[in-house]
């Protein structure tokens, strides 16, 4: 019913989108660009306060409400699944390498339940055809999910919570990261549980398939279809948020900067050529965009984390000292506002904005990966977090500090606005120029990440509007015009924003993850006894049927 009702309303969506682009009522002094970012500031401020309402504990204790949520679900599934972030750390390495694709494409039982060694016959259930069901590979569906959080996040927004919390905050990040492993299996592994695969092969899934269908098998059917409406409305306005004009902004940032391009306009126009380059891509869907990131992905990250040693290396004396500041920073605030609690947030606040764990995303892109078995995308996606936040993130952070004791370019608790800007100063303090090289790195990494997210906003789009061609370009059109929007407007409103869209989708996520826990801990024992079961059967010379 819902379906029917918004495919004969889908365009009236256009009219609430409207205002955004309504600049003619700005002063006419004004820039195009800062009539954009007035306008955008006016219509969504009321959205960030709502999400990002502190709970006041005391005077000098106030916390976000949505941060309690997805810390305390992070928590939860760390201690149930019996940390599952480190004991399945090793076990993902393998998974990625392809150790186990036998079983996930044919079945344990099928390949190694019969002990007779069947030498020198060709067995049919070996062959490598396609049945089971997905799109993508392993290693792609992690790629397509890590282009979506490995980015800007990584680079203006480790700055962006230095310049608040001070270098205290880097270790917040870290242990985001790390609690963030445990939520993101348990999402990806209902993500590949409860898809839904068309007649083709195409793979629907992610947070509004398990909210609606794993929770009707509990007898909540009503609420699942709530919490997968609510989602899926959340996770459009990520797409357009977190994933598109962040990403926007502060490659467009760092192209004028570098070009020492003035103008109000200058952004407006390098978002129109970047959203031309988003266009070719997404189009393809899910399969190009996979192609496109398992290539970007690794060669952007190999780039970024091999000046960040350089730099280390550089200044390996200081390392000590830098880890001193953000121990000491992590549990005494040192002087930042807010003091030990305000640093904790802004790291976890960022660390979380960047790896997006429990956020329920990622599920999207690890739906579409070809296996039997769902917790095995589970256990490859809890290395996203880690990349992502504890080695990446990490880095960034190091570099910053470091590089700030000589040069003295960042106060730590005054707000900086340009996050991007700043971590090319740090590198380029130790590498001359490398932030031409960071531009391209920038310019890479927003590309990837707007087209992953471009994926994920338009799953959501057609569990609420449907599957079809013009339904279809209607949420290309306006993701595009986001991509403009994005590169004109401030960093203070788009980052408000887009904090505030990815973590509002934490709370139907976070609610359903938990209801389904049983299910997850049922998939995951299912997955270790088919990978017991090969391994027992090797070790009586049974044939690897990797090998074949």
């Not at 009702?5 to 009236?12: A, E, V």
């Not at 590979?137 to 700055?159: P, R």
């Not at 997006?356 to 990622?362: H, L, M, Q, R």
Request: proline share 3%; with cysteine.
């Amino acid at each position: 019913m819902f379906k029917t009702f918004s495919k004969r309303n889908l365009f009236s969506i256009l009219g609430v989108l409207f205002p955004l682009f309504s600049f003619a009522q700005a002063e006419e002094s004004l820039s195009l660009s800062d009539k954009i970012d007035q306008s955008f500031s006016n219509y969504t401020s009321w959205f960030v306060d709502l999400i990002f309402y502190e709970i006041p504990f005391s005077e000098a204790f106030q916390i976000p409400w949505v941060l309690i949520v997805l810390i305390g679900g992070a928590l939860y599934f760390t201690f149930y699944f019996k940390f599952i972030n480190f004991t399945g750390f090793l076990t993902a390495i393998k998974v990625v390498q392809g150790k186990y694709e036998d079983i996930e494409k044919h079945g344990a039982d099928t390949l190694y339940a019969d002990p007779t060694p069947n030498t020198d016959e060709n067995i049919f259930e070996t062959m490598r055809d396609d049945s089971a069901d997905g799109e993508v590979s392993h290693f792609q569906a992690l790629t397509a999910a890590l282009s979506a959080t490995v980015g800007l996040g990584n680079i203006a927004g480790v700055a962006v919570a230095l310049s608040i919390g001070g270098p205290g905050a880097t270790f917040w990040m870290i242990v985001a990261g790390l609690l963030g492993m445990a939520s993101k299996f348990a999402e990806c592994t209902l993500g590949v549980k409860y898809r839904d695969v068309g007649p083709d092969g195409t793979v629907y899934g992610g947070p509004m398939y398990y909210l609606k269908k794993g929770l009707a098998e509990k007898n909540m059917a009503g609420l699942g279809k709530v919490l997968a409406v609510i989602f899926a409305i959340f996770v459009i306005g990520g797409s357009f948020g977190g994933g598109n004009m962040f990403q926007a902004n502060q490659a467009a940032a760092q192209f004028t900067q570098l070009f020492d391009i003035s103008g109000g306009n200058a952004g407006f126009f390098f978002g129109i050529g970047m959203a031309a380059f988003v266009a070719v891509v997404i189009i393809g869907g899910i399969k190009r965009i996979a192609s496109v990131t398992e290539k970007i992905v690794p060669f952007m990250a190999g780039i970024y984390v091999l000046a960040a040693l350089i730099i280390l290396g550089a200044n390996y004396h200081h390392i000590g000292d830098a880890f001193r500041l953000i121990y000491e920073g992590a549990f005494s605030g040192l002087g930042i506002a807010g003091g030990l609690v305000g640093v904790m947030i802004q790291g976890i606040r960022r660390g979380a904005f960047s790896n997006e764990a429990g956020v329920g995303s990622a599920a999207i892109a690890h739906s579409a990966v070809r296996t039997k078995y769902p917790a095995s995308e589970g256990i490859v996606a809890l290395l996203e977090p880690f990349v992502d936040t504890v080695v990446i993130c990490t880095m960034t952070a190091l570099v910053i500090i470091i590089t700030n004791f000589e040069n003295g370019f960042m106060e730590y608790g005054n707000e900086i606005t340009e996050g991007v800007e700043l971590t090319a100063t740090a590198f380029d303090t130790v590498i001359p120029h490398f932030s031409i090289v960071l531009t391209i790195a920038v310019i890479l990494f927003a590309f990837s990440t707007m087209i992953s997210w471009s994926y994920y906003g338009m799953q959501g789009w057609k569990y609420l509007f449907g599957k079809g061609k013009m339904i279809d370009l209607v949420y290309k059109i306006l993701f595009l015009l986001f991509v403009v929007v994005g590169a004109s407007i401030s960093l203070g409103s788009v980052i408000d924003f887009s904090d505030a869209m990815i973590f509002a989708m934490v709370v139907p996520n976070i609610i359903g993850v938990l209801l389904l826990t049983p299910v997850i801990k049922k998939e995951l024992t299912k997955y270790m006894k088919a990978i017991n079961k090969k391994k027992d059967a090797l070790d009586e010379g049974a044939t690897d049927y990797n090998n074949l």
